[in-house]
């Protein structure tokens, strides 16, 4: 059960730390390039954006989490499942940062959503040796 509420934790810490940088990019402006005025400029910009800190952080989170759960699950459940970080950016991109998504993308989403199901109801085969 700790491991379903911390992949959870991870799964919203994930996509809300995404919302916040984008948001936070689209504030400071596009990046034109890679050159010292295409990158750093921009670069200069976002670290002092709290909007950008607080994605990072968030982000930060995820990836702790997702660790810890790694460290008692096997990766062929946590990452699969992990997976369905992809139907909530969606679904947040399409609520807190007004993007447009088509049909097509939902369409995806939800053939990711049967591939996490399917995932999430597998048990954990045991290998046998030669």
């Given at each position: 059960?700790?491991?379903?509420?911390?992949?959870?934790?991870?799964?919203?810490?994930?996509?809300?730390?995404?919302?916040?940088?984008?948001?936070?990019?689209?504030?400071?402006?596009?990046?034109?390039?890679?050159?010292?005025?295409?990158?750093?400029?921009?670069?200069?910009?976002?670290?002092?954006?709290?909007?950008?800190?607080?994605?990072?952080?968030?982000?930060?989170?995820?990836?702790?989490?997702?660790s810890a759960a790694l460290s008692?699950?096997?990766?062929?459940?946590?990452?699969?499942?992990?997976?369905?970080?992809?139907?909530?950016?969606v679904a947040f991109a399409d609520?807190?940062?007004?993007?447009?998504?088509?049909?097509?993308?939902?369409?995806?989403?939800v053939f990711v959503s049967i591939?996490?199901?399917?995932?999430?109801?597998?048990?954990?085969?045991?290998?046998?040796?030669?």
């Amino acid at each position: 059960m700790k491991t379903y509420i911390v992949l959870a934790i991870s799964i919203l810490s994930q996509a809300t730390g995404n919302v916040f940088l984008s948001k936070g990019m689209k504030q400071i402006g596009s990046v034109s390039g890679i050159g010292e005025a295409g990158l750093l400029v921009p670069f200069a910009r976002a670290i002092g954006s709290p909007t950008i800190w607080l994605g990072a952080a968030l982000l930060l989170i995820a990836f702790l989490l997702f660790s810890a759960a790694l460290s008692w699950a096997d990766l062929s459940f946590v990452l699969p499942t992990v997976s369905v970080e992809v139907i909530v950016n969606v679904a947040f991109a399409d609520y807190f940062l007004n993007e447009p998504v088509s049909a097509v993308r939902w369409i995806g989403t939800v053939f990711v959503s049967i591939g996490v199901i399917l995932v999430m109801r597998s048990k954990r085969q045991e290998v046998q040796e030669r």
